[in-house]
């Protein structure tokens, strides 16, 4: 399976640049083995997807409601993500579980609701720096695992540790190595032989002069990119690091 690389734009750029962004990505995908995936704000997830079109670059949300549809003010919908043109959708990143609250039961629903609606999720899990220097990483992670993804599981993991996301700090080959392999035995724990497919992401600062180390790590499936994915070019020397399938 080739690897993801996924950019997660989190909430940034206004309309026009979304769209030059995304027409920058398409115009150096060609060649590119890895899968891409870029995750605009949903209010240009229809934009740039239209910007995408017969490029092989698809387009995903960062978050969804657990419900189909209902009265739930300032929500979007998976079949609504869906209908503007986005076949992926990130769930459970820390800074939703930290600015929103959000539970291992909630991002289990939303899984649920994504997959439901034709989505493909990318599941978010990761420990604080507390947890890690309290020696509980593995722990941390292993509850997220069991209580944020659905029995069957199809989708994508992404190990951020929060400590890593937008501080330049990033893990080492060592920790990410030790990490993937955890979560690796874990998703054969939890759901067998299927555990095996399962790509597991790592994501926290990824940036053109650290990918292509750590996409060598065993059990790194891709990875998941924010500041770095703002830029047409970083994104796609990471993106060119990656392994095709
Ligand atoms: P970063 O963000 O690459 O800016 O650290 C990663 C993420 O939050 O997904």
């Known amino acids: 399976m080739p690897q993801l690389i996924a950019g997660n734009w989190k909430m940034h750029c206004l309309a026009a640049d979304a769209v030059a962004l995304a027409q920058g990505v398409a115009a150096g995908a060609a060649g590119v083995e ?5 995750c605009p704000t949903a209010l240009h997830v229809a934009a740039v997807a239209a910007a995408l079109r017969g490029s092989s670059v698809a387009v995903g949300g960062q978050d969804c409601h657990q419900d189909a549809q209902g009265a739930h003010t ?10 503007a043109g986005a076949s992926w959708v990130i769930l459970g990143h820390s800074e939703r579980r930290q600015n929103h609250g959000e539970t291992d039961e909630l991002v289990r629903e939303k899984c649920l609701a994504a997959v439901a609606a034709g989505l493909t999720p990318i599941v978010c899990v990761g420990e604080t720096a507390d947890q890690r220097s309290g020696g509980q990483e593995t722990e941390v992670v292993g509850w997220q695992i069991a209580g944020s993804l659905p029995k069957p599981f199809s989708g994508v993991v992404a190990y951020e540790p929060v400590w890593a996301i937008g501080t330049g700090k990033t893990a080492t080959n060592e920790d990410v190595a030790t ?5 690796r035995e874990e998703l054969v724990r939890q759901f067998g032989e299927a555990g095996q497919t399962i790509r597991i992401l790592y994501g926290g600062s990824v940036k053109p002069s650290n990918a292509a180390a750590l996409l060598a790590v065993p059990n790194v ?6 500041g770095a994915s703002l ?4 994104f796609l020397t990471i993106a060119r690091a990656a392994q095709g399938g």
């Open 179 to 183: 990490m993937h392999a955890f979560i």
């Open 34 to 38: 890895a899968e891409l995936l870029i």
């Open 221 to 226: 499936g891709g990875a998941l990119v924010g």
């Open 74 to 83: 300032g929500d979007v919908a998976a079949p609504m993500l869906l209908d």
């Open 231 to 234: 830029k047409a070019d970083e």
